[in-house]
């Protein structure tokens, strides 16, 4: 036996999902499958360099981001750091994946030149500003508002997922703009320790990580998160039908996430659903209303303001008024339209009630999206 015929018959090692990886991010990353997850949420330490406390005006101490995980060397330790865990990142991605990763003014652009000089393909900038930010106390600078995340794909060619309708959905039929106003943890969201203490300087809004997911995922598809912190990635992808992995070295953040984790409870299958762009329904011809007996030749089709009507032929088209084409064809000559929807335009007669012609159509196409799903 070659080594390629051993390669070859090697058994795929099965992905940890919905777990939480203990450990360092960059060790656990490369000991998983090459090519097997769909989207990285990545939430690395930002490297605040922060130099002694921070006080508000009344003297209180503020809870800022002071922790050992945060405290690098100075920037080429960071740099070096980033460009291991990137790659580690970039090489478990699948080729059509994608990766989300967020940061502050102190770190985003260095992550942002590794993303390029790594080959990812940056998408797009989003400014997430927090609608209730913390203010600057010292009065020296700007109120920082708002974090940084950078979207990119693994390559310049990659065919990654994007739900344009949903998030269009989501931001009340407006196409979804890269500024996105959401507040930071406060109240019953964010996690507390046991002595009444943030659980994480640096938890994440669920709104935000909703946002990423339903946008640039589908259901079951598996999403990774290498800072996974007190887990709200996890939370919500359970949430939302996803799968996800998660990495965290520290013991007291896999602990909470564990818990917040155990709580949460998958949405059914209807409700995870997303709208989806039309260009990405399957065609459905008019004659495959036709052949399978849906409509039969002959039979009558009436405007949606029950002015006009048409007859069905055995081809597929329609004749009206002397007027034959397709069901968009007909409709648009006799409206006087430059253009016509035929599917929604036209109807038929069932029990004295008038149903669009486009109910027809999505049955086909939820008989074909069942197939699909039916193993061989």
Known sequence: MTRSDTKSRA???PLPLNQILAGDCI???NALPENSVDLIFADPPYN???KGELHRPDNSRVDAVDDHWDQFSGFAAYDQFTRAWMAAARRILKPDGAIWVIGSYHNIFRVGAELQNQG???LNDVVWRKANPMPNFRGKRLTNAHETMIWASKSEGAKYTFNYEALKSLNEGVQMRSDWVLPICTGGERLKDAA???AHPTQKPEA???RVIVGSTNPGDVVLDPFFGTGTTGAVAKMLGRDFIGIEREEAYRAVAEKRISRIRKFDAEAIATTKAKRAEPRVPFGQVIERGMLRPGEELYSMNNRHKAKVRA??????NDVKGSIHQVGAA??????CNGWTYWHFRREGRMVPIDILRQQIRAEMEADEGRPN
């Open 315 to 320: 081809d597929g088209s329609l004749i009206g």
């Open 120 to 122: 990812f393909w940056i």
């Open 208 to 210: 935000l990580l909703h």
């Open 27 to 29: 060790d656990v990353m």
């Open 48 to 50: 605040l360099q922060l």
């Open 11 to 13: 058994v795929a090692r």
């Open 196 to 198: 009444g203490a943030k």
């Open 334 to 339: 006799l409206e006087g339209a430059p253009s």
